[in-house]
């Protein structure tokens, strides 16, 4: 089952806009990670933010977790046509060995 | 290319036929996992490999499905009598410490 769940599920924006994806998950987490998937392609890791850290920035991107309300959130922020993609966050199981298990994605489309 | 590597790329099958797919991870990784992608769905967890050990296994896969890592290097995934609901991206993914970095996939269609 998925551990993760996106919101919203497609998100459109103009280009320049800033875009905010959010991801909730249910069970303890090591770690958060975003990946981007263009279309019919592999995913691409984002970035990675630990359970004790609250913020992280990579470029564009900041990303935020709050593991009290066991959330998530991505800002791309001056959004650019080729950030249109889906978005996937993906979650490890704090256990024994790390498993990574994704949510359901959020569909961008930046409009030129 | 030092990344994740999956072969191939595209495979049709016919129902009922076995078809095996190969994952060639990162050298110095040792954890390697499957994943299963439909259009429009996030990638499900199928089974994770450390080493050479398979340490789980999905309940989505069915005893028609099996996972081999050999010396812990490549991994091997074979589905035997496809069925048309096998029709799915495969992706392998693989991982040192913690950032999971991934294949671009093979793209099955069962006829």
């Known amino acids: 089952s998925q551990q993760g769940e996106e919101d919203p599920q497609a998100l459109s924006i103009q280009e320049g806009e800033n875009a905010t994806m959010n991801c909730s998950y249910k069970t303890s987490i090591n770690n958060l990670q975003w990946y981007r998937q263009n279309s019919g392609r592999g995913l691409v890791h984002l970035i990675l933010?630990?359970?004790?850290?609250r913020e992280k920035h990579s470029g564009r991107l900041r990303v935020t977790l709050d593991t009290s309300k066991k959330s998530s959130s991505l800002l791309i922020t001056a959004s650019r046509a080729a950030d249109t993609a889906s978005y996937f966050c993906a979650t490890d199981s704090s256990g024994g060995y790390q498993k990574v298990t994704f949510g359901t994605g959020t569909k961008l489309q930046v409009i030129p | 290319d030092t990344g994740v590597s999956q072969n191939p790329r595209h495979k049709i099958t016919k129902r009922g036929q076995n078809v095996t797919f190969r994952c060639d991870p990162i050298s110095e990784h040792n954890r390697l996992y499957w994943y299963r992608q439909t259009l429009g769905q996030g990638p499900e967890f199928l089974t994770y490999f450390q080493n050479e050990a398979q340490l789980e296994k999905s309940r989505l896969l069915s005893d028609r499905f099996s996972a081999e890592r050999p010396k812990g290097s490549f991994s091997t995934l074979e589905i035997q009598r496809t069925e048309q609901g096998d029709s799915a991206m495969y992706l392998c993914?693989?991982?040192?410490?913690?950032?999971?970095?991934f294949g671009q996939g093979t793209r099955l269609t069962v006829v």
């Open positions: 933010i630990r359970s004790n850290e």
């Open positions: 993914a693989s991982s040192s410490q913690e950032e999971a970095f």
